[in-house]
């Protein structure tokens, strides 16, 4: 099957599968880059069959319902920050980059920053460690 077959088949068995109109299922492939999905996966599974395809497809549409039904938002403003953060755990503590994630998100200024009504997400990275030092300084 080439690329067009592919995404032809995909668009034609997910409408059937989810008993929606085909041209709305283009259309929300469109949208959401399902098409780009399929073709860069297609790079790489070439010689898989279109049920796997269209399991990607399932397992990304649920992913992205989920996301937009999210009461998590703020998570671009904490992937600006939290490298910083983490970086300065890692030089200070002398700790691995996953033992770093593992004891901010494990803290109370990592569950805080979690969590988007806390306002957290928008402190700076100095405020977070601040924070978080003085939480791991009690703790001992």
Known sequence: MNQLELLVCCVENYSHIKNVAS???AHSFSE???????????????????GFFIGMIDGYMENTIDAEK??????????????????????????TKIEAIES??????????????????EKTAQELMESYKKEHNEKK
């Open 70 to 95: 999210s009461e998590y938002n703020k998570h671009k403003q904490r992937q600006a920050v939290l490298p910083k953060v983490l970086k300065e755990i890692t030089k200070e503590y002398h700790i």
């Open 23 to 25: 041209n709305k299922v």
């Open 32 to 50: 959401k880059g399902i098409f780009q999905l399929l073709l860069e996966g297609y790079k790489v599974y070439c010689d898989m069959d279109e």
């Open 104 to 121: 901010f998100y494990q803290s109370k200024t990592g569950e805080y920053f979690a969590q988007d009504n806390t306002g957290y997400y």
